[in-house]
């Protein structure tokens, strides 16, 4: 039981650590208390509020499925066969423990909704939940079953392309990186994206109702730039698990730092274009926004490069660094000179002390 819990369950959160990180960002930095209220009493008293709970629910089981049948197949899980070994209750009682260990999320908000209806008197509207819980716990199970009885070829088999690009692949660092997110990432990336460009757009709206200073888009800014942590996590392990020759590359330390910069220069794009297009400020001001994102993810990027990409008290740490911040910005110091010291401090950590000797 331990065996499955570790190189399966585990190793599921483990490799989608960022795209939970954006999740949370956005459930819990974007959502208010008020608004994650409405939604359970929508899928409690909606007359599609089950249905839409179901379907979200079963989005999220389809990839856990995707992932055991695509984890399964990989020759270093050929220990996973000999499952088949055990008698069927004891297999369909540790697969059932999986498949709640794929499920926490949707245990955890089960949870909550049991809360709101007990809160609101509305227990009576709760029970297909149970039957939504049975659904997915046997689709879990029997995904897991099929794929021990379907062994595969540990040869992976190319098949023939119906598009062909005329030109081919850059050798870009840059464009390798950015094609392995989009590919391997691209959950992490729309959800990210997602949520830095709706609190941009908030922040963009309210600053539209009244008279406020550049401080008051800095600091709502700073948020939804702070929300691709998730993306800089995804590119770190990206240099330190899959692109493992890169860091043994002879190659200037003012250049890997631009590279990474250059990176996390695409990367906040599309918030700042949101900003951009309300008109609500000008290019100059949008300019030093821009910059101020692109030192908070450095900075960010610095420290998970510092603490070899471990996420345990980043959270903590993120959260005292953003108060900070907002700090520096609300006594009204310029966002430029935040900006320079930060990208300059980033380049100092950066280089090796021995070379600075």
């Avoid at 009493?41 to 079963?58: A, D, E, K, R």
């Avoid at 227990?123 to 049975?134: G, K, Q, T």
């Avoid at 990336?189 to 009244?210: E, I, N, P, Q, R």
């Amino acid at each position: 039981m331990k065996m499955l819990l570790l190189s399966t369950v585990s190793a599921f959160f483990r490799q989608r650590a960022g795209t939970f990180l954006v999740l949370l960002g956005v459930l819990f930095g974007f959502l208010s208390a008020n608004e994650h209220h409405a939604f359970a009493v929508f899928f409690l008293t909606g007359s599609y509020g089950m249905l839409s709970l179901f379907v979200i629910w079963l989005i999220y089981s389809l990839l856990c499925v995707q992932f055991l049948i695509n984890t399964w197949k990989l020759p270093e899980y050929t220990f996973i066969f000999h499952a088949r070994t055990w008698p069927a209750l004891i297999r369909a009682r540790r697969f059932s423990v999986q498949a709640l260990g794929f499920l926490q999320p949707v245990l955890y908000y089960g949870v909550y909704l049991l809360i709101i209806a007990m809160q609101d008197n509305l227990l009576a509207r709760i029970w297909p939940v149970i039957p939504f819980y049975i659904v997915l716990i046997l689709m879990l199970c029997f995904a897991a079953e099929w794929r021990i009885r379907k062994p595969v070829l540990y040869v992976a088999v190319k098949g023939k392309s119906v598009i062909k690009w005329p030109f081919p692949r850059p050798k870009s660092w840059l464009y390798w990186s950015m094609e392995w997110l989009v590919r391997e990432r691209g959950i992490t990336l729309l959800v990210g994206k997602l949520g830095a460009m709706l609190v941009a757009a908030g922040t963009m709206l309210y600053y539209s109702t009244g008279e406020y200073d550049i401080r008051m888009p800095a600091v709502g800014m700073s948020l939804a730039y702070l929300l691709n942590l998730g993306l800089s996590l995804e590119l770190y392990q990206w240099e330190a698990e899959i692109w493992l020759w890169g860091r043994s590359l002879p190659m200037p330390i003012w250049k890997r730092w631009g590279r990474v910069v250059t990176a996390h220069l695409i990367l906040i794009v599309p918030e700042t274009m949101v900003v951009l297009r309300s008109g609500a400020l000008g290019f100059a001001e949008v300019a030093q926004l821009y910059l101020l994102g692109l030192t908070i993810l450095i900075v960010s990027h610095l420290y998970l490069y510092k603490r070899s990409g471990l996420p345990e008290n980043a959270m903590q740490v993120f959260l005292f660094g953003f108060v900070g911040l907002t700090l520096l910005i609300l006594y009204k110091i310029p966002l430029l000179l935040l900006s320079a010291c930060g990208l300059v401090f980033s380049l100092y950590a950066s280089w090796p002390r021995s070379i600075q000797k």
